[in-house]
């Protein structure tokens, strides 16, 4: 039995063989040798860098600087403004913070303490017999009248030293309506010459 006898490789075969054995041996190569040190520094552009790809594993906070605006920040300790953010230590502005250590315009109002503002407003609305028909919270109803039935003294449960009264008629007949303070938690209201609905606001 004969065998088929084998020719030997064209040149051009052998150097096709070759040459790919040089590009994969290459290629193996320069994985193995590209690293960090290898290269050039500042050589990489951004839009070589895939969206998303950098986390904070790669990215070191602390040294980002100070952020303009964290609108939502969970904790912006050196923000110029954050407004919603749940921890400003710094914050120059911080609008709705819930925790704001440092912030100027969370502490004060221009300056001032909350005790400098307008308390708590404390207001009723009566009818012409002296009983509340809406209030605020902890004014006494009905009135008690005394002197006749155009005045009423209101018992409004809180301490009213220094405090304002505003007083105005309330329904379709407009009539002269006065308002002063009896005692200590006492106003008295005087409705024309014959009582009548009225509106009563303590301020301060």
């Known amino acids: 039995m004969r065998f088929p006898r084998l020719r030997p490789p064209s040149p051009a075969l052998a150097i096709a063989v ?9 290629s193996a190569y320069a994985v193995s040798q590209i690293n960090g040190s290898t290269i050039k520094r500042r050589s990489i552009p951004g ?18 600087g100070r952020v303009n605006e964290a609108k939502n920040a969970t904790n912006s300790k050196f923000a110029l403004r954050a407004s919603a953010a ?3 230590g710094n914050a ?12 100027r315009s969370a502490d004060t109002l221009a300056g001032s303490p909350p005790s400098a503002f307008q308390g708590r407003i404390r207001w009723a609305v009566f009818n012409a017999s002296g009983t509340v028909v809406d209030q605020s919270g902890g004014i006494a109803s009905p009135a008690v009248h005394t002197g006749g039935s155009s005045t009423y003294v209101i018992d409004f449960g809180a301490d009213l030293s220094h405090k ?3 007083v105005t008629p309330n329904g379709p007949t407009a009539q002269p ?4 303070v009896n005692d200590s938690t006492h106003a008295q209201v005087t409705v024309g010459s014959s009582g009548g609905a009225f509106y ?4 301060g």
Do not use: P
Not at 18 to 26: D, E, K, M, S
Not at 200 to 203: F, S, T
């Open 92 to 103: 120059l502005n911080a609008g709705s913070a819930l925790n704001a250590g440092s912030a």
């Open 200 to 203: 009563i606001a303590v301020l």
């Open 18 to 26: 070759l040459a790919l054995v040089v590009a994969l041996g290459g």
């Open 177 to 180: 309506v006065s308002a002063q």
């Open 164 to 166: 304002a009264l505003l």
């Open 47 to 64: 839009d070589r860098i895939r969206n998303n790809a950098l986390t904070g594993a790669q990215i070191n906070e602390a040294r980002l």
């Open 86 to 88: 749940d921890s400003a």
